[in-house]
């Protein structure tokens, strides 16, 4: 069982080494070729894909970033546009309150002068009045222009209360 | 196991010569012959005379081991020429199961004990090794063959082809001087050099023996035990043992199926280890 036996190991040589070559031939070669070029284009895919998704990451971004700024463009737009309607307003309301008070004011110095003019015609009314009223009392004896001058007088020493 | 112990008692007078019988018969069954027991039928296989050279007697006899190593590489030969006849990108069945064996002898054993690039230089050997020796671990376990891997005289050309692998691309690659000074581990004392070289070419030797004897004595080993149980019927002249020896040969064919595949991967694992070695000392 333990003896050595140099012809066998001379077959075994020969059949190994025949053995090698015929399998390098028909199996290895070949299946170690398939086997780097399947790996390489598991690689490919695989970098390929690493691309791809490189790719859409920095597009995604890219939106991203559009979209913030068109968020903060519309803000913008937003606050402008409110801060003009504010100013507008504004000013519509000064203005309307400008007009309002023109017109007031307007009406104020009218009514005043319709007031003047009722008084200045009250007065003579009555100076003639009283002149009517004074001619019956004692007679025609004063001329009107004196008569005038004493009603005048009589008035302007009245209370400054009633005048207007 | 009481029956058995009775049985044997019983039978302690005719037991001598049986045991002999017995014995020369698992001898006989486990050594290399002449002959093929195909079916009952003793095939003789031709013989030639032995040729003398350097006075060293070579008997080129076709013998049983050469046969079923023959048997094994036409086996290797029609089992990878028919499942990779069409080269697809992607292997089904048989084919596939045979590129995932390869891929993990280059991945996890070529690759990762010569390095990236020698790895894939010597994967197609590194295969060889493995499917050969598989192949014939496993052939004794079918009927009519018997396991070339079983003579001392087949491991021992694998592990002189594992010795010269290492030993003449070591050379090539580190120059003659170069590769056997890389035997001797550096900062070791010039005095001592001498005395280092012989002790690591020993083991360098003990290594690749040990790498033969591991494999020769693990294909015997198993076949001698389910002989073994076997032989129990006939020891005891009795079909009551022949549950528990059937049984326990079963078991063994089993873990012999198992055996063969670990000891196809030692062998070639430590083989790729041995190359490497050689070919990056100082590692």
Known sequence: ?164 | MAILAALSTYNSGTQEGQEENVGEFIVHHVTNSNEWNVFGYHLQLPQFEPITVLGMQIDLSITNHVVMIWIAALFLILAFGISFRKRSLVPKGFAAILEMLILFIRDEIAIPNLGEEDGRKFTPLICTFFFFVLTCNLMGLIPLFTTPTGNINITAAMALITLGTGQVFGIIRHGFFGHFKALVPSGVPLALIPLMFVIELMGLMAKHFALLMRLFANMVAGHIVIFAFLAVIIIFKSFLAAPFSIGFAIFVNFLEILIGFIQAYVFTMLSTLFIGMSLHPEH
């Not at chain 1, 028909?26 to 894909?49: C, F, G, H, N, Y």
């Open chain 1, 1 to 164: 069982m333990l003896d050595l036996d140099p012809g066998l190991m001379i077959w075994a040589w020969v059949t190994f080494f025949v053995l090698l070559f015929i399998l390098y031939k028909i199996a290895w070669k070949p299946i170690l070729s398939v086997i780097d070029k399947r790996e390489k284009t598991i690689q490919d895919s695989i970098d390929r894909a690493e691309k791809a998704k490189e790719e859409a990451e920095s597009l995604l971004e890219k939106h991203d970033q559009l979209m913030q700024t068109a968020e903060e463009e519309s803000q913008k737009m937003l606050k402008e546009n409110r801060e003009l309607a504010e100013k507008s307003r504004q000013e519509i309301l000064e203005q309307a309150k400008q007009n309002a008070d023109k017109t007031v004011d307007k009406a104020k110095s009218e009514i005043e002068k319709e007031k003047e003019d009722a008084l200045y015609s009250l007065r003579s009314e009555v100076a003639d009045l009283a002149i009517a009223a004074t001619k019956k009392i004692i007679g025609e004896s004063l001329d009107e222009s004196k008569q005038k001058s004493i009603i005048d007088e009589f008035i302007q020493k009245m209370p400054k209360s009633t005048q207007h």
